[in-house]
């Protein structure tokens, strides 16, 4: 596990990011699935789990998910089971490590670029924007082609349009 200095509990998602911005060596603490393996000492870990980005929301034309929202909580939602045929709570589901089922985050998944993700071929099949803090938004798929930039992802967008999915095609084969 990794070690720190300092940790910080930041209330907001601007303090959590200046604060990161000024230390020498910091690391984000989410769900901590990917850095449970790890042994590096930072100076300073945000521990971003006050800083209210845990949420789901529906608008008119997208679907808005904060970074800290874990993955379990994805999966259950009413909204996300509904959309694309249900394909995002499939990957989810199909996530083989249960604890990162459980307290692996939405943004842990995005900003750490996996290859290995069931999550992302998901995403990138659908118009979805990645949320930077004061860096603005990005598409998913530029986002992931970029170098490391010390960003904070604070969420993603997902359009609401139209998605043909095997899924729902796959459930009215006939018998």
Known sequence: MITSTT????DNPAAAYAAYRQAASAVFLAGTQGLKY?????DLAVDLSKAG????EEREDDIVIGAMTPLWQIKISP???????????????DVADKNVQRY????GVISGKAPF???LPILLSLHVDVQLQDKGCMSLDDYLYCPPMGELVTGISIAKEAVYT???AYRKLPA
Do not use: N, R
């Not at 790890?38 to 930072?42: L, M, R």
């Not at 980005?53 to 789901?56: A, D, H, N, V």
């Open 53 to 56: 980005m845990q949420y789901i």
């Open 117 to 119: 993700s069931v999550l």
């Open 38 to 42: 790890k042994k590096d000492h930072y």
């Open 104 to 107: 692996g985050t939405l943004g």
């Open 7 to 10: 940790t910080l509990v930041p």
């Open 166 to 168: 095997a899924y729902k």
């Open 79 to 93: 909204v996300i089971q509904e959309f694309a045929g249900g394909a995002i709570s499939k990957a989810i589901s």
